[in-house]
């Protein structure tokens, strides 16, 4: 199963300790900032699968650090949740116009924290979940890691795995190569773009046997598709 990045992004130390103790239980790798630059260093070297957003925070506020994180083209679907002392209604509405996918007011139950996480996870960032995807007879679970093309099973690497389902939850739009390696390799400064290509190709070849290689479709001059058509 593919690991999800949790950036938790809180100033105060208690409840910092306790979000990271929290998403380690549940499986996910806790990255820690105390504050909205130190999240945007992180952000800058590799995106994040979700945001735990403090609304309080020193410096640029967790509304001011959503908003900026909507308006990028590369930040811009990262999954948000809020995390706030605020009760008031208006407050609240306001997280969710900049951006936030959901909110969650403190003191929280880590339980109901957690079961937002996955609800999120699951409806923002599919890749991530565990369920068994199937498209176009190819078969893929994430569990297992096991793939069949047409019934039959097929021998992908970690990183062909990873761009497959990445591919078959995110079918018929184009990804640039470097979106491919902010998504996939969750790095896009150290990984170099022809790297994409590289593994494109190995897939297609594992694909080639059943027919199903021309699903991967190069996009002239813009990148990669998954695409039916
Ligand atoms: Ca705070």
């Not at 994180?69 to 969710?96: F, V, Y």
């Amino acid at each position: 199963m593919t690991t999800a990045n949790i950036l938790l992004v809180e100033d105060e130390p208690a409840i910092q300790e306790l979000l990271a103790f929290n998403v380690a239980q549940c499986g996910f790798r806790a990255i820690q900032a105390f504050d909205a630059e130190a999240a945007m260093a992180h952000i800058n070297r590799a995106l994040p699968d979700l945001i735990l957003l403090d609304w309080m925070l020193p410096g640029a506020s967790g509304i001011e650090l959503a908003r900026r994180l909507r308006a990028d083209s590369r930040t811009r679907d990262i999954p948000i949740i809020m995390l706030t002392a605020r009760t008031d209604e208006r407050d609240k509405i306001q997280g969710l116009e900049a951006g936030a996918d959901d909110y969650i007011t403190k003191p929280f139950s880590p339980r109901e924290l957690m079961a937002r996480i996955r609800a999120v996870l699951r409806r923002r960032a599919p890749q991530m979940s565990d369920e068994t995807i199937k498209v176009e007879g190819l078969e893929l679970s994430p569990t297992t890691h096991r793939v069949s093309a047409k019934g039959e099973n097929i021998d992908l690497g970690p990183t062909e795995f990873r761009l497959l389902h990445f591919f078959m939850t995110h079918v018929e739009r184009v990804y640039s190569r470097a979106q491919l390696l902010d998504q996939v390799w969750g790095d896009h400064v150290f990984v170099e773009e022809r790297t994409v290509d590289v593994h494109i190709r190995r897939l297609r070849q594992a694909l080639e046997a059943s027919g199903l290689d021309n699903l991967v479709q190069t996009v002239r001059g813009s990148g990669y598709r998954f695409s039916k058509e």
